[in-house]
Each structure stands twice: as structure tokens, then as C-alpha cells.
């Protein structure tokens, strides 16, 4: 279908952006536009502005510091899937990226849409809660940070203002040579995924479970940190076992039914991928602790 | 905004997608649009050098960009490597998804000139075909990046 008719406006800073949302009613922001667009052509949605955030230069690029790698919000996902400092810094992130939709949409598609369209099975939301990330959001009144846990309030529904905008997102990294694991299922790769799980990992002395995060997307509104696995992985010695006991946690969980699959289904889905991303991640993890 | 190298100006509602905006505002109606959403990839094009989906721009948006539409790949009346691929393979029986899938796999061969089976298809998840069952377009797509090589060579 075809959207609704609407005005278009161009800004080229930060400030003149503040300024017309402030300002206008009914205006939506308009990032990489790969959910928006598709919304609006359905009808779904039908702004009366669209504000296009692409010509702001500040609001694009990678830079690291202090151990944080902060991204501007209208930064194309093909471009983190490329980035040195990501694959080195952020390898779950990079991981997670590839099953961002498809090679089209993540040539356009910008992180800060994606977390602010916060799709409960969509990967960038669920790597900002995997990894604590914290978001930047702007308006005319001064700027605030949120950690992800708050911004992804519900169903596609994030805790921000209509006046705002997300400026950035920092990513704090983990320990060099941490372990990271990613597994999704999905009926066809870039999917919506029906479930997915990411894991970090960092081991101590004798294999021990120093630090942990366990995250699934797809099992409810939001992604969902699955903080009863991590309490019993916290402290112990890593081993096949121990994965287990963490991944059977997810029989705690009570998935949505929808088309795609029933609550069984997804919970099962739930757990398999948690022991595989676990998986993955004490295989990269114990390596780097045993030299 | 340059389309296949060509200036074009034209004074247009903001609702036109760039789709819209190639097929009807200048008449370059090889791009094909499927569902309009963002699924089927049909209307795949390159913008600034790397590929979109029309249906999900804006053509404001690209107000300056430089647009490159399945019509730039024939040159002289004479298919190019991978077209000639295509058509030597079968790789198409409507053709309806086949502009889509020229330019996915034009950015692709640019950006990888040796690539492997699981390569191309995870490339192709972008785009649906209702007919060919890939087998064909993908054979062609490795048959394609092939002769570039050996053209290269050459
Ligand atoms: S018409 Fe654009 S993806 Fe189907
Ligand atoms: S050839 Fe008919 S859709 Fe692909």
C-alpha cells in the first residue's frame, strides 16, 4: 500500500531537530526507516511529520572510550557488523548482527531505530540488555541516560518522550577475551526470530563463573535478562553440568503464543538456545582462562 | 538525485517511495515492487552503492544520493556477466523477483569475488522468488563470479 500523505523536514543539526519536535504535532522521527516505512505503507501508522535524522553528522560513528564503546544513534548496523572496534570489543554484538534482518535492511537500518522500535524479537534491543548497555536520549529540556532494563519499557514501546530522541548508546565491554555466545532460531535466516539467546562469560581462577549474563529475545514483550540462570552460574566452576542447571532456569519462564509458535514450544526453544549460547561462550571463555 | 549516472529533478509529494519514484516519476520500470513492506526484496536497488529496498525509502531522502536500478547493468544492448549467467541457468521463470536479485548479488560479487555456496544463499535470504527455488539462481550466482575472475584475468 501506499502511506498517508505527510511533510517531510530535513534538519541538519542536533538542535534544529529538538526544535521541530518540540514543536510539531504528530511527528515521528525517521531513522533508517526499515520498520517505520513498512508501517506507515501499511497505514499502521500515519504521522503528520516526518523528521529525518540522517543528515545530522553528529549523530553517526563509533568511538571508544574508557572501556565504553559509544555509538551514535543513526549509525547504519552494517557498519557495527563491519567495525573493527565492534568485533574486537563487542564480539557478541557482532554476532548478534548478522541475523539483523537481511543485508538490504542493515545497509539502512540505524541502531538507535532499531532500539527505539524495540521489536521484542529484534537482536539490538536484546544486545543493549545483554550487555547493560546505557542510552543517551535529547530533547529541548537537556539530555538523560537510561540503562536499556529501563528504556525497553513493553511492546515496541520505549520509556522515552515524544520530543525526545536517542543521541547514542554506550556499550561498556567486557574483560578481554571473555566468552560470548549467540544462537537463534528463526524460520528463515533475518527472520523475526521465534527465540534467541545470548551469553557472556567471564572466568576466573579454576574455571570459575566470575561474571555472567544470559539474555533471550522472543519469550516476551521485551527481551528478558534471565537473572535466576546467572545467580546459579555466579561463583560456581564451569562445567557441562553447571550449563544445565542454568538453562533448565528458563522452565520459569511464560512465553507468548502467537502464530508462530506456542508457549511449549518457545520455552523448549528457550532452553536449547541458552545451552548452546553457554555453550559457545565457556568454549571462547575457558580457552582464553587456560593460557 | 543521479540514476544510473543521470541527473533527474522533479518536484514530488514527500509520501513517494523511491520505488514509486523510479518506476513512475522517471519510467526506469525494471525495478519491481512485490509487497511494498520490506519482505520479498523485488525492489532492491542501489543506493549510494550498497543495496535498499526502495519500497522502504523515502525518494526525499535520497534528494543528492546517486541510485543504481537493474536498467545500468546491460550495457550496449548486450547482457552483462551476470545477467548472461542468469539466463544460461534458468535462474529466472517469471522474472518478477529477478531485478531484486540482480543488484543483491551485484553488490555481493563486488564486495566478495569468490564466494562460497552458504555466502550467496545467506545474501539471498533478502530476496523471495516464487518460482525457481533458487537452486538455478544461485548456481548462476557462483557461474557469475567465476567468469568475472576469469574476465579479470583476462
Ligand atoms: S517491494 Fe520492497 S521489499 Fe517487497
Ligand atoms: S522468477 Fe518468478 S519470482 Fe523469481
Known sequence: ?291 | MRVNGVHYEREIEPRMTLGDFLRHEIGLTGTHLGCEHGVCGACTVLIDGRTGRSCLAFAMQEDGSEITTVESLAQGGELNILQQAFQDHHALQCGFCTPGMLMTLTELLRDNQNPNETEVRETLTGNLCRCTGYAAIVEAALDAAQRLAAAREA
Open chain 1, 1 to 291: 500500500m501506499k502511506p498517508a500523505p505527510f511533510d517531510y523536514h530535513r534538519p541538519i543539526s542536533l538542535d534544529e531537530a529538538l526544535d521541530l519536535l518540540s514543536n510539531l504535532e504528530n511527528a515521528k522521527i525517521l531513522a533508517g526507516g526499515q520498520s517505520l516505512i513498512a508501517m506507515m505503507n501499511f497505514r499502521f501508522v500515519q504521522p503528520d511529520h516526518l523528521v529525518d535524522l540522517a543528515r545530522i553528522p553528529e549523530l553517526t560513528g563509533i568511538e571508544e572510550r574508557d572501556g565504553v564503546i559509544r555509538i551514535g544513534a543513526m549509525t547504519r548496523q552494517r557498519d557495527l557488523e563491519f567495525s573493527d572496534v565492534i568485533a574486537q570489543r563487542l564480539p557478541l554484538v557482532k554476532a548478534g548482527l548478522a541475523h539483523v534482518g537481511h543485508r538490504q535492511t542493515r545497509n539502512r537500518g540505524t541502531i538507535g531505530g532499531s532500539l527505539s522500535h524495540a521489536d521484542p524479537s529484534a537482536e539490538l534491543p536484546m544486545l543493549a540488555l545483554a550487555q547493560d548497555a546505557t542510552i543517551e536520549v535529547r530533547s529541548t529540556r537537556g539530555a538523560r541516560r537510561l540503562p536499556a532494563r529501563e528504556f525497553l519499557r513493553g511492546y515496541l514501546d520505549v520509556a522515552i518522550e515524544l520530543d525526545e530522541i536517542v543521541t547514542a548508546v554506550e556499550f561498556p565491554c567486557w574483560r578481554a577475551g571473555h566468552g560470548w555466545g549467540f544462537h537463534e532460531f528463526a524460520r528463515r535466516h533475518g527472520d523475526f526470530a521465534i527465540a534467541g539467546a545470548a551469553a557472556l562469560l567471564e572466568l576466573g581462577e579454576d574455571q570459575t563463573v566470575e561474571r555472567v549474563s544470559i539474555t533471550l529475545n522472543g519469550v516476551d514483550v521485551t527481551p528478558v535478562r534471565l537473572t535466576s540462570a546467572e545467580d546459579v552460574m555466579r561463583g560456581r566452576r564451569l562445567d557441562a553440568e553447571l550449563i544445565c542447571a542454568a538453562a533448565a532456569e528458563t522452565r520459569h519462564l511464560e512465553p507468548l503464543e502467537d502464530a508462530h509458535a506456542g508457549a511449549v514450544y518457545r520455552r523448549h526453544l528457550a532452553k536449547m538456545l541458552t545451552q548452546r549460547a553457554l555453550g559457545d561462550a565457556a568454549k571462547a571463555g575457558a580457552l582464553i582462562a587456560s593460557v
